[in-house]
């Protein structure tokens, strides 16, 4: 009984005692003393007789409420077993060994076992596992038990058909933990065991996409990169092992998607894979790159030539048509090869290597292929100082232009001008245009810089034709990558309005290659040039493949024999061509310029041969704005109407 009850009692009795005493003394003349004490003892008494009927009503009272609580806990963990989807276990590891195990229904069903197959032990459950898995199970378990390790495994199970699901393995995550006594010793252990197969697939997918390409199928340059890391670190370790990257890349692959179409394209890439998994025997040695741009690891190398053949063959298959839509489609490859073995600080330097070479075999004309040497590695740095200073030129002002005058042979009179742009580098000086007029091209900086030449050159021709060049016609080129993602004609509007440049002393001059690739989308834009009055002309004629029904649908003025060719005159092979582009023109009614005249045998040849303009060194260098008003305009007439 507790204190605070005991206390009520005692005070119950207390004042019953004192009650009767003053009953006492109203009916009895007996002593006070004596009456006090009678209460006194009858209040002990009472408390005597009724403290054990209170401790009983008080204990009756306090399991009624630890029944209610376990009842409640019991069903609470009742409710959790049945709601969880993981399936429970528990087992008593007081004797010493697994003991027996409680096994729950959802248990069973995610096993796909009725209830109480499982037993009361692990044993149903280990022979359910792949063996392999087992011997982990056992492990993990057994580490969890003697040395306290997390208890955490995943295991695979094959499980048994149960009439609506279907049998086979599937994954599964078991987890637990063991309680022990103060001593240390075992007692109990419980856990769950839960069905990732779903988990499992997922990670796997994520995996997969992580290092594949969705197009293809074959690895992409994530995994390439680690696999390259390990080829590094095992030819560190056996310094007789050799490898190499070959790196293949579609020649013209863009053509394809610009003239067939994306969809096409993708198909092309597609043979590729298979085409070079037939090569090397299967995809686990390939990778996808780039846009179009494959990588061959070439492993155990015994010497060079294992990894040429690997090349040479590929260069085979890729010979055969590639049939899109009912037509033939002929593609070459560009190759770059290294091998391991070069000092290396980082494995993806190899790869820069084989970039490298691929970069030096791409100019070759395509079907190409060129081993990494070392020099290369300079002229790639070098390529990338120039990249960087090209794309902060035009900002700094390091870019000019000089005009190569052209000069109409049948009045002797000035005709007009060449645009060529002019690049000043810093500690450099001035550099040719071959050099850097190529990596404008590749980095994009041609659209920005292409744009500034022609708005400049407008600029400069307006001024020129107010000083009474009243006939004079500026050439100015338009690139490839210029038709390919500029609107030229919305280009050359904005150059005439800004500059208030007459749309007939211009001329946008464009490369045959680049008159050759989607014609009918340059058929387009040429005719809305002329539509605006701007003359047209086909630029290095004679170095592609244009006939004369594929000419005759050009809406052009203009002819302009290459230089290569006139260099060459009057020798018999050049004669020959220059005769027959100058047939072509003439039967199209085009007018003829001839570029890169240095001699009077040269322009002794082309004039008696009906050419029209003489552009070259014989007749002026390209000359910067003073230095044509001082010696240029001087000298010529104006030439008239044309």
């Not at 890349?249 to 053509?255: E, T, Y």
């Not at 085409?275 to 070439?298: K, N, Q, Y």
């Not at 307006?462 to 500026?474: E, F, H, P, S, T």
């Not at 050359?492 to 001059?509: F, P, Q, T």
Request: proline share 3%.
């Amino acid at each position: 009984m507790s204190g605070k009850r005991f206390a009520q009692l005692l005070l119950i009795g207390v004042g019953l005692a004192v009650l009767a005493w003053i009953v006492g003394l109203l009916v009895d003349e007996r002593s006070p003393f004596w009456l006090l004490l009678t209460g006194i003892a009858y209040a002990v008494g009472l408390v005597a007789v009724y403290q054990p009927w209170l401790r009983r009503q008080e204990t009756n009272a306090l399991n009624a409420a630890e029944r209610a609580a376990a009842e409640e806990l019991q069903h609470r963990l009742e409710l959790v077993i049945d709601g969880n989807n993981d399936g429970i276990w528990d087992c008593d590891l007081s004797s010493g060994d697994e003991g027996d195990v409680f096994w729950s229904d959802r248990a069973h069903a995610l096993l796909h076992l009725g209830q109480g197959e499982l037993g009361n032990s692990f044993d149903v459950l280990r022979r359910m596992m792949l063996p392999e898995d087992r011997d982990e199970f056992n492990k993990a378990l057994r580490r969890h038990l003697m040395y306290r390790d997390p208890f955490n495994v995943e295991v695979r199970i094959e499980v048994p058909a149960d009439g609506t699901r279907p049998g086979g393995v599937r994954h599964f995550r078991i987890c637990g933990k063991a309680k022990r006594g103060e001593d240390g010793g075992l007692m109990r252990m419980a856990g769950s065991i839960a069905d990732i197969t779903d988990r499992k697939a997922k990670e796997e997918e994520l995996l997969h996409n992580a290092n594949h390409d969705g197009l293809t199928g074959l690895h992409n340059r994530d995994w390439l990169m680690r696999a390259v890391a390990k080829l590094e670190e095992l030819s560190v370790r056996r310094t007789d092992y050799v490898y190499a990257v070959l790196l293949v890349n579609i020649d013209h692959f863009k053509q394809v998607n610009d003239n067939i179409g994306i969809v096409q394209g993708d198909d092309v890439l597609r043979q590729s894979a298979k085409r070079l998994a037939e090569v090397v025997g299967s995809e686990d040695d390939l990778a996808r790159v780039g846009s179009d741009e494959f990588a061959v690891l070439i492993r155990g190398i015994r010497q060079s030539g294992d990894a040429t053949h690997v090349a040479e063959s590929i260069r085979d298959v890729f010979s055969a048509p590639f049939e899109l839509e009912n037509r033939d489609v002929y593609l070459t490859v560009s190759m770059g090869l290294v091998f391991s073995g070069d000092e290396r600080e980082r494995p993806e330097s190899i790869l820069q290597d084989a970039n490298s070479a691929l970069s030096q075999a791409k100019p070759l004309g395509g079907g190409r292929l060129v081993t990494f040497r070392p020099s290369m590695r300079e002229r790639e740095r070098s390529r990338y100082r120039m990249m960087r200073d090209l794309r902060t030129a035009l900002d700094d002002g390091r870019f000019y232009i000089c005009y190569q005058p052209q000069i109409d042979v049948r009045q002797n009179a000035l005709a007009g001008f060449e645009a060529l742009l002019r690049w000043n580098r810093p500690d450099c000086g001035d550099v040719l245009p071959t050099q850097f007029v190529p990596v404008l091209e590749e980095t994009g900086e041609i659209l920005r810089v292409g744009e500034w030449v022609l708005q400049e050159s407008c600029r400069q021709a307006k001024a020129w034709v107010d000083a009474g060049q009243r006939n004079l016609v500026m050439s100015v080129n338009v690139s490839a990558p210029q038709f390919d993602h500029v609107d030229v004609v919305a280009m050359v509007e904005r150059a005439l309005r800004d500059s208030g440049l007459a749309a007939r002393h211009l001329k946008i001059e464009l490369t045959e290659s680049v008159a050759m690739k989607e014609v009918e989308r340059v058929i387009a834009t040429l005719n809305r040039l002329r539509a605006l009055g701007v003359a047209v002309a086909i630029d290095d004629f004679g170095t592609g493949y244009s006939s004369l029904s594929y000419l005759k649908r050009y809406p052009i003025n203009e002819l302009k024999i290459d230089k290569s060719f006139v260099s060459d005159l009057p020798t018999a092979d050049s004669k020959a061509i220059v005769d027959t582009i100058i047939s072509m023109a003439r039967s199209l009614s085009l007018e003829i310029v001839a570029e890169g005249v240095e001699t009077e045998q040269q322009l002794s040849y082309l004039r008696s041969n009906g050419v029209d303009l003489i552009q070259g060194f014989y007749y002026g260098i390209p000359m910067r704005p003073a230095d044509v008003e001082a010696n240029v305009f001087p000298k010529w007439t104006p030439a008239g109407p044309r």
